[in-house]
Structures are given as C-alpha cells and as structure tokens.
Nanobody, 122 residues
Framework: QVQLIESGGGSVQAGGSLRLSCTAS????????MGWFRQAPGKEREFVAR????????NYADSVKNRFTISRDNAKNTVILQMNNLKPEDTAVYYC???????????????WGQGTQVTVSS
C-alpha cells in the first residue's frame, strides 16, 4: 500500500484559488491511479477528480469541471489539484486517494490520506 499526505488547504474568498498537493511514499507511484474526493459536513464523500497512471487521462465531477485541474509528477511522487474560481459550496475536507485501478469505485476503496480542509467564504 501507498501512504499519502495532503497539504495546501486553507481559507479563501469566493472566486479565489487554492492548490492542493498529495505526496505519496514508495517507489511505485507511477503504478497508481490517483484521485481527489471531498466531504462536506453532513454530506457523503464525493468524487472530485482522477488521473491515470501516466497522467494522459483525467476525469472530473461536473461540479468542478473547467474550474479544477488535476495533474501529477511521477518523478516527485506528487499529485496536484489546482482549484480556481472557488465557490462556497466547494467547502469540504479534501482527500487524496490511490489505487492500481483507475475506476472511481476502486479509488474509494484504495489508500487515503488524512485530508486537508478547504473553506470558501462568500
């Protein structure tokens, strides 16, 4: 299994930007598909974005499409979530996930980080 550590959360006003990072342990990072999920208070955990092993395929939830960008640097064992034009409804704890399979179901069942809080005020 891979261990994940997220960073980069914080508080920002609506319309602002944040950049989340997730760093993975181990030497097999490139064999893992990566994803970001989020969970707001009182709500279920939801899919945000995912990226394939080499980074040539990405997929986004409709709610973040054209605002968020997921990328990865396999040399640095890092996946990035660039979040622009943030809205109050983006407020949540954001989690990084990893699995050898690219499916959302597999990522949900894979390895997870501890999460990082993102708060967007209006």
């Amino acid at each position: 299994q891979v261990q994940l550590i997220e960073s980069g959360g914080g508080s920002v006003q609506a319309g602002g930007s944040l950049r989340l990072s997730c760093t993975a342990s181990g030497r097999t990072f490139s064999s893992y598909a990566m994803g970001w999920f989020r969970q707001a208070p009182g709500k279920e955990r939801e899919f945000v974005a995912r990226i394939s092993w080499s980074g040539d395929s990405t997929n986004y939830a409709d709610s973040v499409k054209n605002r968020f960008t997921i990328s990865r640097d396999n040399a640095k064992n890092t996946v990035i979530l660039q979040m622009n034009n943030l809205k109050p409804e983006d407020t949540a704890v954001y989690y990084c996930a990893a699995d050898r399979s690219y499916t959302v179901v597999a990522l949900l069942r894979g390895s997870w980080g501890q999460g990082t809080q993102v708060t967007v005020s209006s």
